[in-house]
């Protein structure tokens, strides 16, 4: 069913289940990624983060999926999982370093995506640049680590999931620095942004989830091992 409004055509939600009556009791922040009404046939970009949400939720099966087989082959193999001479990925400062810097930049990303909503955009450019120089930091260093190490892929199972749970992460990171890349050179067209930031949006909360995925594999690779 459809309504016509002064402002645009709605499509009514006539689903059974009240969702707009639950709707309006969770928090704003999860407001923004629900859709309302079914959506106004102009709002791209409500019904694109809606897209995009269920994009990363489909994601995070995948890393849910490689996690609990890395917390499986563990607790099975808790006697073998290192070979003789091997320690391990270790909790050094360098790593932990490492880890502040990727968590520390969705501090400088939201910052930098609420200053674009606010048409303050060369706030928004130097904030966007700080958060690519932090994914690119984290990525060079997580290659130097990579070199450091004293065990490969093929090193047993220890070698294997590491390099399957980080390689894995690590692709994600770069395609947020990619992202990042695309938006800011977006961002010198002029009135690019005056009518819709999706793609500023969408990459905000992608880089959000990389850095959620980051704290469990943080504490499974590194802590576990401590």
């Not at 490689?66 to 400062?93: C, N």
């Not at 490969?152 to 690590?170: A, R």
């Not at 800011?184 to 002029?190: A, D, W, Y």
Request: net charge positive.
């Amino acid at each position: 069913m459809t309504k016509i409004m002064n402002r645009g055509v709605i499509h009514v939600d006539e689903s059974f289940i009240p969702l707009e009556r639950w709707r309006r009791y969770l928090p704003n922040w999860l407001k923004r990624f629900l859709p309302i009404r079914g959506g106004r046939a102009e709002d791209h970009h409500g019904k694109g983060m809606f897209g995009f949400t269920v994009f990363l939720l489909s994601e995070s099966i995948v890393f849910l999926s490689f996690i609990l087989t890395y917390i499986a082959l563990r607790l099975t193999h808790s006697k073998t999982w290192l070979p003789s001479g091997v320690s391990g990925p270790e909790l050094s400062t360098f790593a932990i370093i490492n880890t502040v810097v990727l968590l520390s930049s969705s501090f400088v990303i939201q910052p930098a995506e609420n200053a674009l909503k606010r048409g303050r955009l060369v706030k928004f450019r130097w904030l966007w640049l700080m958060t690519i120089c932090m994914g690119s930091y984290f990525l060079i260093s997580q290659g130097i680590e990579w070199s450091q190490l004293d065990f490969g892929l093929s090193t047993g199972l220890v070698g294997s999931t590491f390099y399957l749970l980080t390689g894995f992460h690590g692709l994600h990171v770069l395609t947020g620095v990619i992202l990042q890349i695309i938006m800011l050179v977006r961002s010198f067209i002029r009135g690019n942004y005056n009518n819709s930031h999706f793609g500023v949006s969408a990459t905000t909360l992608f880089w959000h989830f990389v850095d959620l995925i980051w704290v469990f594999l943080f504490s499974l690779l590194y802590i576990w091992q401590a």
